[in-house]
């Protein structure tokens, strides 16, 4: 009877441990997922800005478009003296720059650091001249969350 007792009492500890780590393992493979995920976005920021900042003809190539087509950098060109192929190089720079800032909203929510990142970007003219061309409702270029807590964080910038 007492040895029956001990082996009821051991199936149901291995059952337990077998649940236990079921869910560490369920766990861990979200915990992966949302690492991969964070990857990935990252990796697509890259390789959109990389593929025209690491290019020698690609601005070449756009100036000339934007040539017949119209300049729509025309604010960086003006006030910094910018030819347009380096004024859309720098664009696609700070594009990188605010996608590594969406991809830590979307992962880690909002907090206090990255709010006064966005406000210390914020307060240089460069970004402000970015952030006039992207963040506004009928520019769906980043998410929009990401979109409002950008324009809530910084309405009180100058």
Known sequence: MRIRIWV???EITASLAVVATLGLLVVQINQSND???RQA???QAQWDAEMFLL???LPSILSKIKAVDGYDLQPWMERYE???AEAASW???LTLMWRGSELDYMMNGP???LEQAIRNAANWPDQQLYMQGTFFPETPFF???FTDYVLSATKEVP
Do not use: T
């Open 8 to 10: 009821d009492i051991a």
């Open 35 to 37: 690492i991969e995920q």
């Open 41 to 43: 976005v990252l990796r």
């Open 55 to 57: 290019s020698n003809e």
């Open 82 to 84: 910018l030819s347009y």
């Open 91 to 93: 664009n696609r720079w």
């Open 111 to 113: 907090s206090n650091r």
């Open 143 to 145: 998410s929009d969350q």
